[in-house]
Nanobody
């Protein structure tokens, strides 16, 4: 089992920044690929960014490229999502996820509750 706890969400004005953190515990989380996903009200959950277990590979959704940076600290079992130039359309519950197995950027968007661990989410609200 892997437990994930997100923090850092909140209310920010458009153009502002937020830093989300995910604290992982349980199994050897340093061997898990980590990702951030978000779900806006009435919409499906979408991937924001992901990082391989080593930190050597990353994936970003087109909608956040250039504005978001994902990083991990395996010594501290944390994953961070730095979000800049936030837009109202970034408003959503943001979830942290952990998945083991072979890293494939093309498969990140398909992570689900069947093959990954998920946190409870943290709300990000961007006002215009």
């Amino acid at each position: 089992q892997v437990q994930l706890v997100e923090s850092g969400g909140g209310l920010v004005q458009a153009g502002g920044s937020l830093r989300l953190s995910c604290a992982a515990s349980g199994r050897t989380v340093s061997r898990y690929h980590m990702g951030w996903f978000r779900q806006a009200l009435g919409k499906e959950r979408d991937v924001v960014a992901a990082v391989s277990w080593s930190g050597g590979s990353t994936y970003y959704a087109d909608s956040v490229k250039g504005r978001v940076t994902i990083s991990r600290d395996n010594a501290k079992n944390t994953v961070t999502l730095q979000m800049n130039s936030l837009k109202p359309e970034d408003t959503a519950v943001h979830y942290c996820a952990a998945q083991s197995g072979y890293w494939s950027a093309s498969r990140v968007s398909s992570w689900s509750t069947r093959d990954a661990y998920w946190g409870q989410g943290t709300q990000v609200t961007v006002s215009s």
